[in-house]
């Protein structure tokens, strides 16, 4: 059987601001990537959004960004590779502490937005996030995207890594997608859950202009502060379901 893990951005809200609907996405997905205090969340929010994760038995992921909180971690900044290596360590550090003391570990670590596309596309950026993930704990599995650095640097440091697809983003022809999202709220769930079905089980997607790219997704991210993104995330799983496709945490897979 095929089989495919579901990740969620979570834990974004920030003191009195709320973000997103983490206790109703919960309920979809196998993976959880946790705000780490840089981009969004705070020590409350990581701890609350720990427990409720092991409430449900997903899996716990760091979510590291740059930081940038008036901009929500999605501007990119100039950072040497060791600033970056230290951010990574700094927030994963944070949020293990979190875990340990809910009796929990951390899976795996994504970073976060603007920090996220730069890894994947600048080598030295890639090596300073896997190093730090590295030194923390060598089992943690790193999200990635196809045909990126942080996807081939990896395979050569031999640290674990998964393939990242996305659900409510654009694709490019290269397997790397559209940081901005296209459109403010989803119109077609049923639509955009067949093409998760397409990439897990074909390894297909249309890009944003239209053309057809080859990708695999190992795990697939539904952003929880997406307008509708519990509706979105239940129609996924009805439709990997209806398709044979098996939803497991991405320790399952790698």
């Known amino acids: ?9 979570m834990g974004e809200s920030f ?4 973000l997103g609907n983490d206790e109703e996405m919960m309920k979809y ?5 946790i705000a780490c205090g840089f ?8 701890r609350k959004t720990i427990e409720l994760a092991k409430e449900h038995g997903v899996a716990i992921g760091a979510h590291p960004g740059f930081p940038d909180l008036l901009g929500f971690g999605r501007r990119y900044m100039t950072c040497t590779a060791r600033e970056v290596k230290d951010y990574i360590t700094y927030q994963t550090g944070a949020l293990r502490e979190f875990a340990r003391a809910a009796d929990a570990e951390i899976q795996h670590c994504k970073p976060h937005g603007a920090l996220f596309m ?4 600048d080598k030295e950026i890639a090596r300073a996030v896997l190093e730090a993930i590295h030194d923390i704990n060598p089992d943690t599995i790193v999200f990635a995207l196809n045909n990126s650095e942080v996807w081939e640097q990896a395979n050569q440091m031999g640290i674990p890594v998964a393939l990242e697809t996305y659900s409510d983003r654009e694709h490019t022809e290269n397997g790397s997608i559209v940081l901005t ?13 067949q093409r998760v079905v397409r990439m897990v089980k074909e390894g297909k997607v249309t890009t944003h202009d239209g053309k057809e790219a080859s990708l695999k997704a190992q795990t697939v991210c539904i952003h929880g502060d ?29």
């Open 118 to 121: 730069k890894a994947m596309e």
């Open 39 to 46: 981009h969004a969340g705070d020590p409350s929010v990581m």
């Open 181 to 193: 999202r296209k459109g403010s709220a989803i119109q077609d769930y049923n639509e955009m859950a």
């Open 1 to 9: 059987m095929v089989k495919v893990d579901l990740n969620c951005d």
């Open 226 to 254: 997406t307008p509708g993104a519990p509706a979105l995330a239940k129609a996924i799983v009805q439709a990997l379901k209806d398709n044979d496709v098996q939803i497991v945490p991405i320790r399952e897979i790698i």
């Open 29 to 33: 997905i196998t993976s959880a990537n």
């Open 15 to 18: 003191a009195l601001y709320e």
